[in-house]
């Protein structure tokens, strides 16, 4: 399967990872369409992908591209969803799935994996159970990258059991999939949960380190969460800004001023 990582290999289009303004990748257009390049529906399709992923901002423009593509491909529709999935138009991405099934064409497992995301942005049950169900139907509600999109949709929704019960279904999850659940669990208030898989855990990234002294922050459990702050320095992992700001909030908690001020020093 070709994945979306795998776009822009034609010299022009390859162009777009210097530019800058919208008036340079319209250049770029009219080169392509000088050289006659776009007559690809392949090339085309990479074009528009390229411009969605790697220029956001003209998404528009890429929307206007498109629809100049007769049967654009799955990989160009599952670009499109991608960026809207990552913005502010969340919503959006739904017009290129049924793009997806109008053209009698089958949704992929990326289609889901940035079609749950926008769910989660979204945050409605509805529109979040009924993307589940389209998964169900196609058979590709089991990948790895959907199944942790899931989890996170489930505990945008405040779906905590949810969460945990998909997790439960991964016979073998991975670090991606055990930070989910941890982020779950913690940012819902089941910090006892989200410590027992979060000590289980052979490798912990910053992400997880982050939502369990957050979790345990809200939950007002902060001498747990600057207990946590100091084993991360011990482990030689990278602080930033939101660690900070949960550490401060637990010392505000527990009144120790002085300690607050001695967290900002590194």
């Given at each position: ?16 990872d210097s ?82 099934l109008h ?164």
């Amino acid at each position: 399967m070709t994945t979306l990582g795998r776009i822009a290999k034609h010299p022009t289009i390859s162009l777009l990872d210097s530019c800058t303004t919208l008036h340079e990748i319209k250049q770029i257009h009219t080169q392509l369409l000088i050289n006659g390049h776009l007559n690809d529906p392949q090339l085309a399709g990479q074009f528009v992908a390229s411009i969605a992923l790697k220029h956001p901002n003209n998404l528009n423009h890429s929307h206007q591209l498109l629809n100049q593509i007769h049967n654009p491909t799955v990989f160009t529709l599952n670009s499109m969803i991608r960026a809207h999935s990552k913005g502010p138009t969340p919503h959006l991405s739904f017009h290129y799935y049924h793009q997806i099934l109008h053209n009698n064409a089958s949704p992929d497992n990326y289609t889901f994996t940035f079609l749950v995301r926008a769910c989660a942005h979204i945050a409605s049950p509805n529109i979040g159970l009924a993307f589940h169900a389209a998964a169900i139907k196609f058979g590709l509600d089991s990948g790895a990258h959907v199944q942790c999109g899931l989890i996170q949709l489930y505990s945008e929704l405040g779906f905590l059991d949810s969460s945990r019960r998909l997790f439960m279904q991964i016979e073998d999850p991975d670090l991606v999939s055990q930070t989910a659940m941890v982020s779950a669990a913690a940012r819902l208030g089941d910090v006892d949960f989200a410590r027992k898989l979060f000590d289980e855990m052979p490798c912990r990234d910053p992400i997880a380190w982050n939502a369990m002294i957050a979790g345990c922050t809200q939950c007002g459990r902060s001498r747990d969460a600057l207990n946590l702050f100091h084993l991360m320095q011990v482990e030689g992992v990278k602080v930033g800004e939101a660690t900070l700001v949960s550490v401060l909030s637990a010392c505000s908690q527990l009144g120790a001023l002085i300690r607050g001020d001695g967290c900002m020093v590194m």
